[in-house]
């Protein structure tokens, strides 16, 4: 005899189907929740717990909303969190994939820009500037790629306000070229050392000229896409930006606020990055052996430039480079802007890289990425740690 097979009778879907909506909706949150929330190592748990009450006592005295932390050794993330609110009057707590402004640190993506192009022989980083923009109005002095990547080009220092002063007519990097692009030389280029935000983005709209792409593009395609840097994008104010931190400033006595709305555009290629600690972290992974760069190009990183005066800098193209107490060498770049700040450090002989973020810029407080990183060479460096004892 053949078995029937049973058929749900039609009130009994509609009863399950919403259920079982309602169960993989929550499934789906849970996954997303973990996907983004705290990774720990067990093997270096005492550094995590001493380097998590550094981070924390932090965010307390600077009164800084949030921040998030990744730390990597030898290629494997080993602690990765968000700590404090992404907003803080909604209390939206900060995880692992929000963005922030990171400042400064945005002139490593071009500087890794330009190093690409070298290796591809679209432009050689020793030639004239004039060598690709000849209609750019002359100055007192010729001046190179390297020098303007090395901030040795002779322009003049930027204030760490220049993007809250910039006209609402500047929309553009194009806008911003147009702006300065008759200032004169403040010193002899290769002379001395200014951090100039009007040097990076020349080198912007000079990639944006040799490519014919614009600069969002360019960074797009050849560093984010690449390395797979999905939290990595151009600030834009006017856009919806799906897990973007809230931007906090200071007022004249020091109370927190709400940062003040900045176009960051016309100033990209030196300030204008959105970013995680994670994706930071990835990117500066980038130094520790050749692959995404060939050994020619890591050395442009790793070793300070040299003036014509003979003097040697701490930075090299794009990153500082100094010596820490124990002798270690340091890759590093700190950054901060209007509503938020970033630090990286990158020790190469010990293949650790420690990445910081947060949604308030200071010029006042770094953030503790040695403190945290000295945590961590405890136990991956110990014959150093005794020396120190």
Not at 116 to 128: F, R, T, V
Request: proline fraction near 5%; aromatic fraction near 8%.
């Amino acid at each position: 005899m053949m078995e029937k097979k049973f058929t749900p009778p039609t009130s009994m879907l509609k009863t399950f189907i919403p259920i079982l909506v309602v169960i993989l909706s929550f499934t789906s949150c849970q996954q997303e929740k973990t996907a983004n929330g705290p990774i720990y190592k067990r093997d270096y748990k005492e550094a995590i717990l001493e380097s998590r009450k550094e981070l924390g006592a932090h965010l307390m005295t600077s009164f800084t909303p949030g921040g998030s932390v990744s730390v990597s050794v030898d290629g494997e993330l080993v602690w990765s969190e968000g700590l404090g609110y992404a907003n803080k009057e909604l209390k939206a707590p900060t995880q692992r994939n929000t963005k922030f402004r990171i400042g400064n640190s945005s002139q490593l993506f071009t500087a890794y820009l330009i190093a690409k192009m070298q290796e591809e022989n679209q432009l050689h980083i020793d030639s004239s500037f004039y060598t690709y923009i000849p209609d750019f109005p002359k100055k007192r002095a010729d001046f190179t790629l390297r020098m303007l990547m090395n901030q040795v080009a002779g322009f003049p220092e930027s204030s760490n306000r220049e993007a809250q002063q910039l006209d609402k007519k500047i929309r553009t990097l194009k806008d911003y070229i147009k702006l300065h692009e008759n200032d004169s030389l403040v010193y002899q280029p290769d002379s001395y050392f200014l951090q100039s935000n009007l040097s990076l983005a020349l080198l912007g709209i000079l990639a944006e000229d040799i490519s014919q792409k614009r600069f969002a593009d360019l960074i797009q395609e050849t560093i984010i896409d690449t390395l797979q840097l999905n939290n990595t994008q151009l600030d834009n104010t006017m856009a919806i930006i799906e897990n973007r931190s809230n931007t906090y400033d200071r007022d004249y006595i020091a109370r927190l606020t709400n940062a003040p709305q900045i176009n960051l555009n016309p100033l990209a290629p030196a300030l204008g990055m959105l970013s995680t600690a994670d994706d930071l972290n990835l990117a500066a992974q980038q130094l520790l052996e050749p692959g995404f760069f060939n050994e020619e190009t890591l050395q442009l990183f790793y070793e300070p430039y040299q003036l014509s005066t003979g003097q040697r800098l701490n930075s090299s193209f794009g990153w500082l480079v100094i010596t820490d107490r124990e002798g270690r060498k340091v890759i590093g770049q700190a950054g901060s802007t209007t509503g938020g700040a970033s630090a990286i450090a990158v020790y190469p002989e010990q293949k650790l890289v420690v990445t910081l973020c947060a949604n308030l810029g200071s010029d006042f407080e770094d953030l503790p990425v040695m403190q945290i990183a000295n945590h961590f060479l405890k136990i991956i460096d110990p014959k150093e740690d005794a020396k120190q004892e």
